[in-house]
């Protein structure tokens, strides 16, 4: 008889987790809390707008390419691609604006003309960060992240020093360029999706690879299009999707997981992915079937939390690119009011997405679907009072940046922050994107995929391996569902 399978959790990791396993010829049933599936690339509509709650940069498009042809699919059936160009804008002090070119050699040519040699380095940095994009795409994200020894193959040994897994990325982005423009260029991917320069080994230097040679790409009617998708291919396979269906308890007997409780039913199951925040699965089990206590979870780095406002403008702004990073104060301060000294930051930096830019559907004719996203440290307070003066504060700088006023044309207006992440996704301490890429918080390092006391439970998603972000997730997702397909066949 088919083994039944509970998968928690309908983001990314749990949909990938769900469709792995049914492949397998197992009966899996995704149970979500909220009342749609996605996790935190959900959407909503409200006044012809349809703002999407999440992801908005779509990186690293051959890891979605590749997830489809897993199941015998292409990603084109389900949608296409769209390559930005310019990749995202940035707008740096005294509110001078560049666009980033979207092809190696007009990045050349741009890093050259703002400092002399920087053309030539930014070739180097590419070369090297191709190398350590290739090489962890080979040998280190697909692994699930037990022990050392996965890594410990002489090839990857020898590479070791090549991929800088034991030199800070600050230093080394320094080493190649000295303007503090292309510095916060480069800094961008790692500071946004998860921690402080200084603190994150120069191998995320693949980020930049990512981001900037493989392309900043839009599926065909916006991100949630991606959930919908993998919906389709794991309904095909035969996965049930419950939505409105909270988990709040996992029972345990003689060692394995048992049952579940949902809506107060109780349900058998033969093992469950936990693909919600990690640390919320673990708090469903008894005490003494975890793997982390708090004083684990206490010392963690956590990556960013945000501050969002999801705005309908009533005109257009034709001089506003789809994606613009405001880095037009320090980085170095506000990273420090994110990791170092966790506060609201006294001169934040900004993010501002006009998806309406290239997807006209979202936004109703002549309008713009506006999101802006300031990331804060996690845990930090969260009232009204503090949401709107952070708003007063971003919207006097980005409408001087567009130079016009856009606060008189606002027809819609919602914000999400910390209290919103613990109350949609119980989060811990809010975190929007898991934990941080230190170090100390990279591979093996990470919380297991697997229960080390429960044989038939595995966790999946962003906290665990591979990481944040949706390529990461998806992989998760495929690696949890790899180490329950073992634990049945042994
Ligand atoms: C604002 C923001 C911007 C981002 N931008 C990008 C980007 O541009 N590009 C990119 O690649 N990534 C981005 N990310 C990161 C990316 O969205 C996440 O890494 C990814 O979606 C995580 O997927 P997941 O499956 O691990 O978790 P989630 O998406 O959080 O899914 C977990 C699910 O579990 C459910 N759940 C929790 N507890 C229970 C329970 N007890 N019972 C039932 N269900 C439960 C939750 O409701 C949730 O739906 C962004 C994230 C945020 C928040």
Known sequence: MSKNIAVIGGGFSGLSAAS???KQG?????????????????????????????????WMPEVFDNYFEDFSKKRSDYYDLKKLSPSFSIVYKNNEKVEIPSEKEDLIVFFENIEKGAGYRFEQFMDD???????????????????????????????????????????????????????????????FLGSAPENTPALYSLMNYAGLLLG?????????????????????????????????????????????????????????????????????????????????????????SSLI?????????????????????????????IYNDPKWPKKPLFYVCNPSKTDKKIAPEGCENIFVLIPIAPDIEDTEEIREKYFKIIMERFEKQVNQNISEHIIYKRSYCINDFISDYHSYKGNAYGLANTLMQTAFLKPKLNNKKLKNMVYAGQLTVPGPGMPPALISGKLAADELISFFKN
Request: aromatic share 14%; no cysteine; glycine share 4%.
């Open 20 to 22: 792995y396993l049914a």
């Open 26 to 58: 197992y009966s899996v049933t995704i149970f979500e809390k909220n009342n749609t599936i996605g996790g935190r690339n959900r959407k909503f509509t409200e006044k012809g707008f349809t703002f999407e709650m999440g992801p908005s940069w779509y």
């Open 129 to 191: 960060a191709k190398f350590k994009y290739e090489t962890s795409m080979d040998k280190l994200i697909y692994k699930p992240g037990k022990s050392i020894f996965e890594y410990v193959r002489m090839d990857v040994l020898r590479g070791v020093f090549k991929l800088n897994l034991f030199s800070n990325f600050k230093k080394f982005v320094r080493n190649h360029f000295t303007d503090d423009r292309l510095t916060a260029l480069m800094d961008f991917p790692v500071l």
């Open 216 to 304: 900043t790409w839009y599926p065909e009617n916006g991100m949630y299009r991606i959930i919908e998708s993998m919906e389709e291919v794991a309904i095909d396979l035969g996965v049930k999707i419950e939505t409105n269906a909270e988990v709040s308890k996992i029972n345990v007997e003689n060692k394995k997981v048992t049952s579940i409780i949902v809506n107060n039913e109780k349900i058998n199951f033969d093992a469950i992915v936990a693909a919600g925040d990690y640390n919320h699965m673990e708090k469903l089990l008894p005490e003494n079937s975890r793997n982390y206590d708090s004083k684990y979870w206490e010392t963690r780095t956590l990556a960013p």
């Open 309 to 337: 406002f999801f705005l309908g403008i009533n005109k257009l702004i034709p001089n506003l690119d789809h994606h613009t990073l405001f880095f037009d104060e320090s980085l170095d301060d506000h990273s420090n009011e």
